[in-house]
């Protein structure tokens, strides 16, 4: 109930911030209406089944999950992901968003693995509804800079499945397959 609750304020925080957006020339600039779109969908509680792979040949570590996306304001998207990774609590938190200026989709991680935070930017192909995003981060066991793309797919605006790849080391442009989340939006 108190998630509805939530849910409707932020709705009506982005009803008001909007109507203020629409006031002026240099406000609708900030805030293109296929970002907006996917940042608003964005929004409510996924479940997920999930997999993830320790190495490129290991079996995957399978999990249930839970999404939950909060508006904040009318530019960002916090998100928290609750799982069981192999009978360990798993928590990871990040906050999205879209920069209008750089024209990229930019982001945030942090979980419950690592001492570090990952930084992401990306496009999205609207045509094929794919969100595709490269981060910057450390890995957690060795402390050294690592690089992983991120693809979300969106089959329509209640289901979507996201990917992780890992970095081939000493193979540029060669990616491993590191999870699979295959969410649907909660009625």
Do not use: C
Request: no cysteine.
């Amino acid at each position: 109930m108190a998630i509805h609750i939530i849910m409707r304020l932020q709705l009506l925080s982005l009803a008001l911030g909007l109507l203020l957006a629409s006031s002026g020339p240099a406000s609708a600039q900030t805030r293109p209406s296929i970002e907006r779109d996917f940042i608003i969908n964005e929004v409510g509680v996924w479940n997920a089944t999930s997999k993830f792979w320790m190495t490129p040949d290991s079996a995957p570590l399978e999990s249930k999950a839970v999404e939950t996306n909060v508006l904040l304001g009318q530019f960002w998207i916090v998100s928290q992901f609750k799982s069981d990774l192999g009978g360990m609590a798993f928590e990871g938190h990040g906050q999205f968003g879209y920069d209008p200026t750089a024209k990229k989709f930019i982001g945030t991680w942090i979980d419950t693995t690592s001492p570090y935070l990952s930084v992401m930017e990306g496009s999205m192909d609207s045509a094929t509804r794919t969100l595709t995003m490269l981060s910057k981060g450390r890995d957690a066991q060795t402390g050294e800079e690592s690089l992983s793309k991120m693809v979300t797919t969106y089959s329509d605006d209640d289901h979507k499945t996201f990917e992780m790849f890992g970095a081939v080391k000493g193979k540029k442009g060669e990616w491993w397959k590191m999870m699979e989340i295959k969410y649907t939006r909660e009625k």
